[in-house]
């Protein structure tokens, strides 16, 4: 931190040049007083700083703030980590653009860390915009970092199916049903990885990446509960969602990772493991973007106290 203060000194000026009048302000009147009559504007742009300066320097020295994984999020990781070599997993994409700041990185890292696995992984998605977010996961670590996993052998893009949960009624007993082609075309007797599979019970893990309906709920109802002993799934969901999964867990989802913050867990978790002295960047997402939400959540907790303090205080001098 010392050398980052001291190299990007200009930074530092500028921050303390925007506080001076609130210093003299607070010199002038005191700091109760400064504080009971505070302009909004002033708390604006302290939010400025606390957002800016994390975002800038994860950026400039490319370190993350530290990240202890959860214990859900662990119990997400075991569940693939305890798969072997050639296991089949289902990977569902239910999500789009508009979420993709939670969710991408947790389907970055699900979908490298099955990569690492060297798990046969195979990709649906039952919202539209599904397919467009697994081909863009898929260019930016398959095609980027692991050449050597060979499309129809190792993985495999089954695409977009409308119907929502109707999809899932169907596909646990009967994939070919529905699924016909793969989202290039080809038929799926001639996709050497689908040979033998009749429906997602022989799938060994489901993976499900959830922005709402159709997601996490649906699959849980309509695959994990009619068979309970055949299928077994984690899931990644939104922070506004993620609450509503609770009640499912263990029984039904032994894993789950919540918003932007289980998936910087989960990064820890498969950087640890994988990663090496010097992680790739591309892989720390979750983690570089849970910066400036800590600093910005404890600058709330902290107004919210000083907020409460002072209200307390003035009512008391008022009597």
């Known amino acids: ?86 296991d089949r997993l289902l990977l569902s994409f239910d999500f789009d653009p508009a979420s993709e700041g939670e969710l991408g990185p947790m389907a970055t890292a699900f979908v490298r860390h099955a990569a690492e696995r060297r798990l046969r992984m195979y990709f649906i998605a039952l919202w539209p915009v599904g397919l467009q977010m697994i081909d863009e996961t898929i260019a930016r670590v398959i095609a980027r970092d692991f050449p050597q996993l060979v499309y129809g052998e190792d993985y495999v893009n089954l695409g977009f199916k409308s119907g929502g949960e109707a999809v899932i009624k169907v596909i646990v007993t009967n994939l070919r049903e529905l699924y016909t082609t793969d989202s290039r075309g080809t038929a799926i007797s001639d996709i050497p990885m689908m040979e033998g599979i009749e429906n997602i019970q022989q799938m060994d ?46 029984r039904q989802l032994p894993g789950l990772l919540g918003a932007i913050k289980g998936a910087a867990e989960y990064e820890k978790l498969v950087t640890d493991a994988y990663g090496g002295t010097d992680p790739d960047p591309a892989y720390l997402e979750g983690l570089r973007r849970m910066g400036p939400q800590l600093v910005a959540h404890l600058l709330i907790i902290a107004l919210i106290v000083v907020a409460n303090a002072l209200f307390f205080l003035d009512r008391e001098a008022s009597r």
């Open 1 to 86: 931190m010392a050398g980052f203060l001291v190299g990007q000194w200009w930074l530092v000026i500028v921050v303390i040049l925007t506080l001076v009048p609130l210093a003299r302000l607070i010199a002038r009147l005191g700091l109760f007083a400064a504080l009971i009559s505070l302009d909004r504007r002033w708390i604006f742009l302290i939010m400025l700083w606390s957002v800016l300066v994390p975002i800038y320097y994860i950026g400039v020295t490319g370190y993350t703030f530290p990240e202890v994984p959860s214990a859900l999020a662990q119990a997400t990781y075991d569940e693939i980590e305890a798969l072997d070599a050639g």
């Open 205 to 250: 893990l489901v993976l499900n990446v959830s922005a709402g309906y159709p997601g996490t709920k649906e699959w849980v109802q309509y695959a994990v509960t009619p068979y309970p002993e055949r299928i077994r799934l984690v899931a990644g969901a939104t922070g506004v969602q993620a609450p509503l999964l609770y009640p499912y867990i263990p």
